[in-house]
């Protein structure tokens, strides 16, 4: 059975830092890429980014680039999300999602993502 878990969000202030994590379990992780999207109330949902395990290759959306790093444990099969200089415009709920590498054409859009997280919150105060 295919998981992936998120963990890390939570409550923090304007300027700070979280660390997300998605633990994945049921596949072969060094075939696939891991994305990372985001969705806020009433708004629709965004990628935001993208690593792929097979070519190590990442991908950030414009509105966190060099501020939010993904990265990998291929051990550990786990892909974490660091976010710094946190805004309040960052509040959402934030998932994993998993695709078989070779699969994916725009490594932020959410329509080719076959495996899904459940979600943490994440939500920044000003």
């Known amino acids: 059975e295919v998981q992936l878990v998120e963990s890390g969000g939570g409550l923090v202030q304007a300027g700070e830092s979280l660390r997300l994590s998605c633990a994945t379990s049921g596949f072969f992780f060094r075939d696939y890429a891991i994305a990372w999207f985001r969705q806020a109330p009433g708004k629709e949902p965004e990628g935001v980014s993208h690593?792929?395990?097979?070519?190590?290759?990442?991908y950030y959306a414009d509105s966190v680039k060099g501020r939010f790093t993904i990265s990998s444990d291929n051990a550990k099969s786990t892909v974490y999300l660091q976010m710094n200089s946190l805004k309040p415009e960052d509040t959402a709920v934030y998932y994993c999602a998993a695709e078989i590498s070779v699969l994916v054409r725009k490594p932020l859009s959410r329509e080719k993502y076959e495996y899904w997280g459940q979600g943490t919150q994440v939500t920044v105060s000003s």
């Open positions: 690593i792929s395990i097979t070519h190590g290759t990442t």
